[in-house]
């Protein structure tokens, strides 16, 4: 494994780590609150976290290029943040 490579799992682990985590606690605050904007705000934040896994695993894995893993990292990041834009506009 070269450098680039470990760094690049390095990376996709920290993003996994903190984007679970945010997920987490977006559920919990929902649970909380009953607030459905959080609710989709933890969607939102799980699916680009689920996406830089997903590409990570792809290329490490499956031997997918680095180009299509960012792409799909990409539309993973495109969708969740459109997701937690949602999250911010809706109203209870």
């Known amino acids: 494994m070269n450098e680039t490579v470990t760094a690049i799992a390095v990376v996709k682990l920290v993003i996994l780590l903190l984007g679970g985590g945010i997920t987490y606690i977006a559920f919990k605050a929902y649970r909380r609150t009953r607030a459905s904007s ?4 933890g969607i939102g934040f799980g699916i680009i976290t689920l996406g830089a896994f997903l590409s990570g695993v792809a290329n490490q894995v499956f031997l997918i290029s680095l180009e299509i893993g960012v792409l799909v990292n990409s539309i993973f990041v495109a969708v969740g943040l459109a997701v937690i834009m949602y999250s911010l506009y809706i109203q209870k």
């Open 38 to 41: 959080l609710r989709v705000l």
